[in-house]
C-alpha cells in the first residue's frame, strides 16, 4: 500500500472537490493497485474518554467514540498481548500517529486501554510499518472486534477488523503490496485518471444534494451527518482509479493466539516464514503481488497446528 504519486494527489483531490464544495476536505490512502480517495465531510476530533486518552481520528475523517470498557474473558485467555500491562510503546508516537488515521465509519467503542503495539516499523521499511491492535466494542457489524491497523510509513494505512472467532480459525489476515515508482509518463495519465474521476464524483455528489436538500436538518454538525449517508448509499464517499503497477514485495500479516511460534506461507511452491511476537506475524514476500496463498500455524517445535486454506 504504497503512495503512488504522493506529491501532487493531495493538492490534486483538495482542488476538485473544493470547485464543488469549498469547505470539504479529502484524504488519500493508497491501497494495493488502486488510488482510494476517501471523502470526509467534516467532523471535529476529540480525545477518548476512557483512562488511556489519545486524540480518536481527526477534523478531516471524524471521531470514533471510545470505550473504558476491558476486552471480553475469552479474548484475554487466547492473546499474551492483551494480558501484559501496556508499554511505553503502546501510549508512543506510532501508536498515536495510527489512531488519528480510524474513521468513525463502522467503528465505535475503541477500548483505549487495550490499544496494543504489536510491531513498531521495521528499520527502513517502504511497504508496511508499524502494526497496531485496536479492540473496539463495534466494527463493521463485528461485536467484540480486534481491529489489526498497519501503518503506512508514508500516510495513512491499512485496518482490518475481525471477530474472535476468526482470529482462532486463521481468518485474521491482511496484506498490502509495494509497487516500483511510477515514471513520469505513468504520474501523467495517473493524473488525468484522478482529474477525470473527481469530476465525476463532484457531479454526481452535486445530484445528491439537490435531492436530499429538502429533508436535511437545520444543524450544521447533523446536515454534514445526514450528506454522508447519503453520499454513502450512493457509493460516493471514495473514488476508486484501479491502475497497473510493477509489484516490488507483498506484505502479509495477521492476529494469532498463543502457541503459535510461527507461520509458514506456501504459494506456488514456495515458502516464507514469518515470526509471531505479541501474537503478530508478519512475512514479506519479494516481487509478489498480492494473492492467496496457504498458511500453516506451528508451535515452537515447529508442530503443525492448523493449515489455513486460502478462503478457508
Not at 49 to 54: A, D, E, H, L, Y
Request: with cysteine; charged share 25%.
Amino acid at each position: 500500500m504504497s503512495p503512488l504519486f504522493p506529491r501532487f494527489a493531495g493538492e490534486l483531490a483538495e482542488a476538485a472537490e473544493a470547485r464543488a464544495r469549498p469547505r470539504r476536505r479529502l484524504h488519500l490512502p493508497i491501497v494495493g493497485a488502486s488510488v482510494v480517495v476517501v471523502v470526509a465531510a467534516g467532523g471535529i476530533a476529540t480525545a477518548a474518554t476512557g483512562v488511556w486518552s489519545p486524540q480518536l481520528g481527526d477534523a478531516r475523517r471524524g471521531s470514533p467514540t471510545a470505550s473504558a470498557t476491558g476486552v471480553p474473558d475469552e479474548q484475554l485467555a487466547r492473546l499474551a498481548v492483551l494480558r501484559r500491562p501496556a508499554t511505553a510503546g503502546d501510549h508512543g508516537a506510532e501508536v498515536r500517529r495510527a489512531l488519528t488515521f480510524i474513521s468513525p465509519q463502522g467503528i465505535r467503542g475503541i477500548r483505549t486501554d487495550a490499544v496494543r503495539l504489536l510491531a513498531p516499523a521495521p528499520a527502513g521499511a517502504r511497504t508496511a510499518g508499524a502494526e497496531v491492535l485496536i479492540p473496539a466494542q463495534r466494527a463493521n457489524g463485528i461485536s467484540d472486534a480486534l481491529c489489526l491497523f498497519t501503518v503506512d510509513p508514508t500516510e495513512g494505512g491499512g485496518v482490518g477488523c475481525y471477530s474472535t472467532r476468526q482470529v482462532l480459525e486463521g481468518q485474521a489476515v491482511g496484506s498490502m503490496q509495494r509497487n516500483a515508482t511510477p515514471t513520469r509518463t505513468e504520474r501523467a495519465k495517473r493524473q488525468r485518471l484522478m482529474r477525470r474521476a473527481m469530476r465525476e464524483n463532484a457531479r454526481r455528489r452535486a445530484i445528491v444534494r439537490r435531492r436530499v436538500a429538502p429533508t436535511l436538518p437545520r444543524g450544521r454538525q447533523a446536515r454534514i451527518l445526514a450528506l454522508r449517508r447519503a453520499y454513502l448509499d450512493a457509493g460516493l464517499l471514495a473514488i476508486t482509479v484501479p491502475l497497473r503497477d510493477r509489484t516490488v514485495e507483498a506484505v502479509y500479516s495477521g492476529i494469532v493466539p498463543d502457541g503459535v511460534a510461527r507461520v509458514v506461507r506456501r504459494d506456488a511452491g514456495r515458502e516464507h516464514v514469518g515470526v509471531v511476537e505479541n501474537n503478530l506475524f508478519r512475512i514479506t514476500v519479494p516481487g509478489a503481488r498480492q494473492g492467496p496463498g496457504t498458511l500453516v500455524w506451528q508451535d515452537a517445535d515447529g508442530r503443525v497446528l492448523r493449515t489455513i486454506a486460502p478462503g478457508g
